[in-house]
């Protein structure tokens, strides 16, 4: 692995451990409910619902017993939103295909 891309890999890490850092002291190791929804950018509950139900989310969902709604750990949302900060050049082609990107094939130009 080349130093740059190192480096770069160690400042992903530590830009989802600040991220991490600050989710559980706003919103607890666990987060659902509304404070999720607002979080992952959603403007209603329902259309929150349909993004769940649809497998748009790839994020590990899970329900505490006796409780409604979905929860997700502070860790999984912290590095959900950093993939997506991402710029498409860094993300691999298996990333780039789910987020709807197709990769790109260099020197093939007709």
């Known amino acids: 692995m080349s130093h740059v891309r190192q ?13 991490t850092r600050l989710l559980i002291r706003d919103y607890g190791m666990c987060i659902g409910g509304e ?11 329902r259309a929150f619902g349909h993004a769940v139900r649809r497998g748009h989310l790839s994020l590990n969902f899970f329900k505490f017993p006796g409780r409604r709604g979905r929860y997700v750990l502070a860790t999984d949302v912290a590095e959900w939103i950093s993939k997506l900060a ?3 050049s860094a993300q691999t082609g298996k990333e780039a295909q ?6 790109k094939k260099e020197g093939l130009d007709m």
């Open 35 to 45: 404070n999720l929804r607002r979080l992952l950018g959603f403007k209603s509950a």
């Open 98 to 103: 789910k987020s709807g990107d197709e990769p």
């Open 86 to 88: 991402q710029p498409a």
């Open 7 to 19: 480096h770069v890999d160690e400042g992903a890490h530590a830009s989802v451990r600040k991220v």
